[in-house]
């Protein structure tokens, strides 16, 4: 069975980042890296290793978007399903049952 492309082992990380193997578990006990833990096996979203090279870029000019707690409270609230788009949802997923 072949892996997605999406999860990455810490082996095939090191690989694609061109990086030690312990450099990877470093990065991974440290927080800079975002795995999750099977028994004793780690596997990396890619994203996360998208996230470490953009957190660790040399450019500084270019920064991340940060947004403020009621921006966010924004976001969820212009996201909440009104009546109509929620009886559309409860239809669809009860014809998944």
């Known amino acids: 069975m072949q892996r997605p492309s999406e ?7 090191a690989e694609y980042l061109q990086l030690d ?13 975002v795995a999750s833990k099977f028994g004793r096996a780690y596997r990396i979203p890619k994203r996360s290793i ?3 090279l953009w957190a660790t870029r040399t ?5 991340l978007r940060e ?8 976001f969820l609230e212009e ?3 009104d009546q109509e788009a929620r009886k559309i949802a409860e239809n669809f ?3 998944l049952e």
């Open 93 to 95: 997923f009860t014809t």
């Open 50 to 52: 998208d996230l470490l």
């Open 59 to 63: 450019r500084e000019d270019i920064s």
């Open 79 to 81: 996201d909440r399903l």
């Open 7 to 13: 999860i990455f082992t810490p082996e095939q990380a």
């Open 21 to 33: 193997r312990e450099t990877i578990y470093r990065y991974i006990r440290q927080g800079k890296l």
């Open 67 to 74: 947004y403020t707690g009621s921006e966010i409270a924004e």
